[in-house]
């Protein structure tokens, strides 16, 4: 069974930056997609970053430019890089995991982490 746990998030304010971490246990490579999410109140579920197992990874436009994604195989953790904050970005971030390609849709995915809460003043 796969585990993923967030950390990283907090309270910033507009143009500072944060780093996300996944730590996923219980992970083996077949889970070869791991993704951000994001949601803020009101609002449905995005993707933000997907990051397939061979190191592709693809960004809504939103951010595009401003967050990195990036994966750790041998520690089993996926990071989000995020620069630029802005208020918008404000959301709960979420990890999530699923087999083979990466997809767009958040109900494609198997697994999910309790999230981290994303905060940006301006």
């Known amino acids: 069974q796969v585990q993923l746990v967030e950390s990283g998030g907090g309270s910033v304010h507009a143009g500072e930056s944060l780093r996300l971490s996944c730590s996923a246990s219980?992970?083996?490579?077949?889970?070869?997609?791991m993704a951000w999410f994001r949601q803020a109140p009101g609002k449905a579920r995005e993707a933000v970053a997907l990051?397939?197992?061979?190191?592709?990874?693809y960004y809504t436009n939103p951010v595009r430019g401003r967050f990195t994604a990036s994966r750790d195989n041998a520690k089993r953790i996926l990071y989000l890089y995020l620069n630029n904050l802005n208020p918008d970005d404000t959301a709960m971030y979420y990890c999530?995991?699923?087999?083979?390609?990466?997809?767009?849709?958040?109900?494609?995915?198997?697994?999910w982490g309790q999230g981290t809460q994303v905060t940006v003043s301006s």
């Open positions: 999530a995991a699923r087999r083979m390609t990466c997809y767009w849709e958040a109900e494609r995915y198997e697994y």
């Open positions: 990051d397939e197992f061979d190191g592709r990874t």
């Open positions: 219980g992970y083996s490579d077949e889970y070869a997609c």
